[in-house]
């Protein structure tokens, strides 16, 4: 109770400055109202020092309507494709054919 995805993230966050580990790359993806909270504390994040001055950051919501988040997904099969291509992009190798993790 009285908990939201925004403050969440915003204590996940805070808890990793404080350790001297500030997040260098976020993610985050959320189709409803309750993750419009977490979109808006990742805006304040990057403009509040508490992640890293280069981190690539990436608020995106599931389909077209308004939204806090910068990106828009039109449905769950472009979430997978996007998260597929990360995982790639992430560590070619281990995706090329016939390699094995």
């Keep these: 109770m009285g908990a939201s995805k925004g403050l969440v993230a915003e204590k996940i966050f805070t808890s990793m400055a404080e350790n001297g580990n500030q997040a260098d790359f ?3 993806i ?3 109202r309750s993750d419009e909270d977490m979109f808006e504390i990742i805006g304040s994040a990057m403009n509040g020092g ?4 280069n981190a690539s950051v990436f608020a995106c919501t599931v389909g077209q309507k308004p939204s806090k ?8 099969n472009e979430v997978i494709t996007m998260l ?6 992430s560590d070619p190798a281990e995706f090329e ?5």
């Design 50 to 53: 508490i992640l890293s001055s």
């Design 26 to 28: 976020v993610l985050c």
């Design 69 to 76: 988040a910068k990106y828009y997904l039109d449905d769950t």
């Design 30 to 32: 959320g189709d409803d």
């Design 84 to 89: 597929e291509a990360l995982a790639v992009a």
């Design 97 to 101: 054919a016939g390699s094995s993790p």
